[in-house]
């Protein structure tokens, strides 16, 4: 349970780490690393994490990196979720009360981080919290729930309760999250056989389980550049994903209720591969809809988690 942290230093005085998570994108990851160097209101130690990229790929950011940037390459591709609990060993062994794990390609504004870790500061009970995501206008991106890993039907709306600042939510995106050591002693790290995509709803919701509060800090603001999966991949582990979670938390009555919806809009896809009258582009994209909702509803039945599925659009590994 949350614990009394009153006593923590004032945000002048933190040395922030933060762990970036890298697969085979270098120009976004300089840029990213460069957006944190130039974080405002804290010193920040900044520690990439490379999951196993191409040579070419690790040869540029090894290169091209500042020297004052910790670089850790992994032997093997691991994911996202595997490679945050590498990030997450590191920091505990630091003794840090908190860090930040965040994505390669996203970019942030100067304030960003001194923003999240005062609100961490003023609240010992806030275990994981993160930006307002927005889009690259700085307009802020709808709100998307899916509310079937709690046993309900989806609900668009991941706002609870909060203040002019702080908005609890169930779940915060992983693509920049600042998380207390405390919280993640208690709750464990992340489930890494999700491999990438939905692992950070996985682990928000345990904070929330043991009793942290979870949330957006309003007034810090991010976006993400895009991923570097295809969208086939993407498609895939988020429907495999989103499925072993509501079987892991709601039990098998909401995952074969979760499942039939997932397979009446796989078939709505498979009917708009076919329709004549749409343009190809358009008939493509619903094929691979189809193909990759359908391979990740088949693995959540099956229990087949880890790397999961090769698409011929795509290769095996995910940032």
Known sequence: MPGDQSAEASVETVELRVFVIHWNDPGRLMATVGDLTQSEGLTIDVCVIDNASRQSAFDIISEGLPDDVHLLRLPVNIGFAGAANEAIALARDSGAPWFVIASHDVVLHPRALAELVTCMQADPAIGVVGPLLTDADGIPRPNEEKGWWLGTVPEFDRQIEGSDRFQETLWVSGCLVLIRTECV???????????????????????????????????????????????????????????????????????????????????????????????????????????????????????????GRDFPSSTQHVD
């Open 185 to 307: 002693r208690e709750v464990g790290g992340f489930w890494s056989e999700l491999f990438a995509y939905s692992e950070d709803v996985d682990f928000c919701l345990r904070a929330r389980d043991a009793g942290w509060r979870v949330g957006v800090v309003l007034d810090a603001h991010a976006y993400e550049r895009g991923s570097t999966a295809s969208i086939d991949r993407r498609i895939y582990l988020g429907t495999r994903n989103d499925l072993a979670i509501t079987r892991r938390r709601s039990g098998g009555v909401v995952f074969l209720r979760r499942s039939a919806l997932t397979a009446s809009n796989s078939l709505r896809a498979l009917g708009g591969s076919i329709a004549f009258w749409r343009r190809r582009e358009r008939r493509d994209l619903s094929r691979r809809y189809f193909r990759a909702r359908v391979w990740g509803l088949v693995d959540a039945f099956r229990g087949r988690l880890g790397p």
